[in-house]
């Protein structure tokens, strides 16, 4: 009797599997329409969101991997079966737009009824109500298309009344049963509403009154990325000049980093020295445009708090004319609300400890801690990927905590820094050198080792060309260090290793003698998550695909992990 029980568990899971597929299959349609109105661009925003909803619905609940299932969706099983039926017919009429959506006709009062009550209705009818036959045994999707039937449609409102009932639908499934973990920047990436590179598109989405509020931080934040020069200029207009009168360095300020106080509040601040010959004024402009870039996205006020970024108050540049050489230097101010932080690197200096110690050290991060600081992180650098935004400078170094004193850091959130470097990926970006500390090298992926030095021509990711990958590769170290409580530069020699040796060599050497340990230390779905950072698995991805896959296989792997 149990068996049977369970095969009937599995046969739902398998049909939800096949509905949820053909659902997508419907949605994708909608991806392939070029944007040749504003009203069918926000109507397919509108869908597409809809379509990453359900899909994070489904893979939260593991409906592609054939998995037990939890209860409610034996008690539901009748209504969720005929709430996806009816997602796709839904989909499929709104992809041919024909007659008067027929099969729908006597569906659209739902929208009327309490959740309950179309849960009541639904699992009462039979999937032939919504269509002749179970969609998902369909050898064909039917779908047709003509701009001009989409803009009549939508003209009278016969798309949109559809679209309505359709997240009724999607957000019934979510109140029945909601994902394990909601997660609105998991939508957000498993979307496609940003995989346009046009500003113009992606400002609209973001200032579209449908746009959901994370999406449309998101589109905005990338539209910097793609701005043209004038766009670019008209941005950095609007940015708050600060009076370099009122910044009162605390502490050394010839250093690339320190604290200060602004107007008699503090800040941290990071500076950047650039050195261009008096005549190139092209170079002096392209330089000048990338720092107000990154300042503009540092101070937006809706900027997702994902990005673990530091409120910016804005930039001071300072200026010295020589015979031949113009010298500017860029300070970045940030508003912090204590006087004292401390690097990731700080901390890791506690080692050569047993575990023992380092569970009764004050100053030690425990290992919840550490599992949080790695989710932050990598949650981090996924959104700033998802903007088509590189650091390029990814290090314990710069992974900082404000606190009064170095002990109460484990209650203190990372701020991810280092930006005076960080660029757009895009075509034409230019990109400069980092000005290397003492171990940035252990952090670098192999191919990135003449960090980095590329040509403005070379192809997105090119062999020359630092990319997200690299990033991720940086992402990986860290996460070995934390699993270890050790710097990189301790791990490479704490194994027989070199500090000298090839780039390939010591990627070995965290790959092959630091992950196992990692895996005894934190477990094996943060070893392995930390292990593909290393080992390459990502350079098998295209960009588009790339931000999808860190999510399945960084991100949301290491939020599986606590202590």
């Not at 969706?73 to 024909?98: D, K, M, P, Q, W």
């Not at 269509?131 to 047709?144: E, L, W």
């Not at 075509?427 to 500390?437: M, P, R, S």
Request: hydrophobic fraction near 40%; aromatic fraction near 10%; proline fraction near 4%.
């Amino acid at each position: 009797m149990a068996e049977a029980h369970i095969g009937t568990a599995f046969g739902a899971i398998g049909a939800l599997d096949t509905l949820v597929q053909r659902c997508m299959q419907g949605f994708s349609f909608w991806q392939r329409i070029e944007n040749f109105t504003e009203s069918v661009e926000m109507f397919k925003t509108r869908m597409d969101w809809q379509r990453s909803k359900l899909s994070y619905w489904a893979l939260e609940w593991h409906i592609d991997q054939h998995t037990p299932i939890d209860p409610r969706f034996r008690t539901y099983e009748g209504a969720i079966v005929n709430y996806l039926n009816l997602i796709y017919r839904i989909i499929h009429e709104l992809g041919s737009l024909g007659g008067v959506f027929p099969t729908l006709a006597e569906t659209h009062n739902l929208t009327s009824m309490t959740p309950f009550a179309r849960l009541a209705r639904l699992a009462d009818q039979s999937s032939t109500e919504f269509g002749n036959s179970d969609p998902a045994d369909s050898t064909s999707t039917g779908f047709g298309f003509a701009p001009e039937r989409l803009k009549w449609a939508l003209q009278d409102e016969r798309a949109n009344q559809s679209l309505e009932l359709l997240s009724t639908l999607i957000k019934d499934l979510y109140e029945f049963l909601p994902p394990p973990k909601p997660d609105l920047a998991a939508t957000v990436v498993l979307g496609t509403s940003l995989a346009s590179q046009d500003a113009d598109t992606l400002m609209r989405i973001s200032r579209a009154s449908v746009t959901p509020r994370l999406l449309a931080e998101f589109a905005w934040l990338k539209s910097i990325t793609y701005s043209t020069q004038t766009q670019s200029q008209m941005v950095a207009s609007r940015l708050s000049p600060l009076d370099k009168s009122k910044l009162v360095p605390i502490g050394d300020s010839t250093k690339s980093r320190f604290l200060a106080t602004y107007d008699g509040y503090p800040v941290f601040v990071e500076q950047k020295h650039a050195e261009i010959r008096r005549d190139d004024r092209l170079s002096r402009e392209v330089l000048e445009a990338r720092i107000e870039n990154i300042v503009c996205r540092l101070q937006h006020p809706h900027k997702p708090m994902e990005l673990r970024t530091l409120p910016c108050q804005g930039m001071i540049i300072e200026r010295s004319l020589s015979e031949n050489s113009l010298k500017s230097t860029f300070k970045i101010i940030y508003r912090v609300d204590e006087s004292r932080y401390f690097s990731l690197r700080d901390i890791l200096r506690k080692r050569g400890k047993s575990a023992q110690q380092l569970r009764d050290d004050k100053d030690s991060l425990q290992l919840g801690q550490r599992y949080r600081i790695a989710q932050l992180l990598a949650r981090a650098v996924m959104c700033l990927h998802l903007v088509d935004w590189l650091h390029k400078a990814i290090k314990s170094e710069n992974v900082l905590f404000f606190a009064d004193d170095i002990t109460a850091v484990g209650s203190a959130m990372p701020f991810l820094v280092g930006f005076e470097y960080s660029r757009p990926d895009a075509q034409g970006e230019q990109t400069e050198n980092v000005v290397d500390g003492e171990e940035s090298r252990f952090y670098r992926h192999p191919q990135a080792q003449a960090v980095p030095v590329a040509d403005v021509l070379q192809p997105l990711g090119g062999a020359g060309r630092y990319s997200k990958v690299y990033d991720i590769y940086s992402v990986g170290v860290i996460l070995v260090e934390l699993g270890l409580f050790k710097s990189a530069q301790n791990i490479i020699l704490g194994n027989r290793c070199s500090l000298n040796a090839p780039a390939e060599e010591i990627r070995r050497v965290l790959i092959e003698k630091a992950i196992p340990e990692v895996k005894f230390c934190m477990g094996e779905i943060y070893a392995n998550a930390a292990r593909i950072c290393l080992d390459g698995y990502f350079d098998k991805f295209d960009r588009q695909s790339l931000d999808t896959a860190f999510y399945t296989h960084v991100v949301r792997r290491l939020e599986l992990c606590n202590a």
